[in-house]
T-cell receptor
Framework: KAGVTQTPRYLIKTRGQQVTLSCSPI?????VSWYQQTPGQGLQFLFE???????NKGNFPGRFSGRQFSNSRSEMNVSTLELGDSALYLC??????????????FGSGTRLTVV | AQSVAQPEDQVNVAEGNPLTVKCTYS??????LFWYVQYPNRGLQFLLK??????LVKGSYGFEAEFNKSQTSFHLKKPSALVSDSALYFC????????????FGPGTSLSVIP
């Protein structure tokens, strides 16, 4: 079956702009989590969506937002970009239900560079 | 608050030797524990998980991990390292009592030397 698809793979933006990243989870998976990966901070949790509802949120400023659609696809948006937002943004897909605790399936990520 | 520590930034091991990548955690209640591997410019790949039951968990590519509740540890092991095992390894934890977020450790870079 198809894996987790993240688009675009690479993105270059200017400070102050906004950006939208997309993630399509594995078919049938209802949970999508987003992580920011940087060399200095490692993997930082952004948020998790399950059945179109935000179930968990990390400690990021309000410039970072997300949503999930009825087909489980998810988008995250970063407004007023800062240089420090340059990172690899990873999307993780899982079934999401408590009766089945699985590992995540990750996408290949979107590499965002802010200049 | 839950947390994960991987005390070694870098682990070097000779090919054919056993390898261990260490992980300790802190979480309220029973933990769900995971190991992932990341190859350069790729997303993370799931290796194995501990939910409940036998403390020794076997996973992909010959890896296994041992859950030790008293030491709050979940070390990743492999009896015989391969050069292709060289990658970045992440330990992760989630509180088992709720739909809590999954927290990742800082990662350990494993180099297997031919």
């Amino acid at each position: 079956k198809a894996g987790v698809t993240q688009t675009p793979r690479y993105l270059i933006k200017t400070r102050g702009q906004q950006v939208t990243l997309s993630c399509s989870p594995i078919s049938g998976h209802r949970s999508v989590s987003w992580y920011q990966q940087t060399p200095g901070q490692g993997l930082q949790f952004l948020f998790e969506y399950f059945s179109e509802t935000q179930r968990n949120k990390g400690n990021f400023p309000g410039r970072f937002s997300g949503r999930q659609f009825s087909n489980s696809r998810s988008e995250m948006n970063v407004s007023t970009l800062e240089l420090g937002d340059s990172a690899l943004y990873l999307c993780a897909s899982s079934p999401g239900q408590s009766i089945y605790i699985s590992g995540y399936t990750f996408g290949s990520g979107t590499r965002l560079t802010v200049v | 608050a839950q947390s994960v520590a991987q005390p070694e930034d870098q682990v070097n091991v000779a090919e054919g030797n056993p390898l261990t990548v260490k992980c300790t955690y802190s979480v309220s209640g029973n933990p769900y524990l995971f190991w992932y591997v990341q190859y350069p410019n790729r997303g993370l790949q799931f290796l194995l998980k501990y939910i409940t039951g036998d403390n020794l968990v076997k996973g992909s590519y010959g890896f296994e991990a041992e859950f030790n509740k008293s030491q709050t540890s979940f070390h990743l092991k492999k009896p015989s390292a391969l050069v292709s095992d060289s990658a970045l390894y992440f330990c992760a934890v989630r509180a088992g009592t709720s739909y809590d977020k999954v927290i990742f450790g800082p990662g350990t870079s494993l180099s297997v030397i031919p």
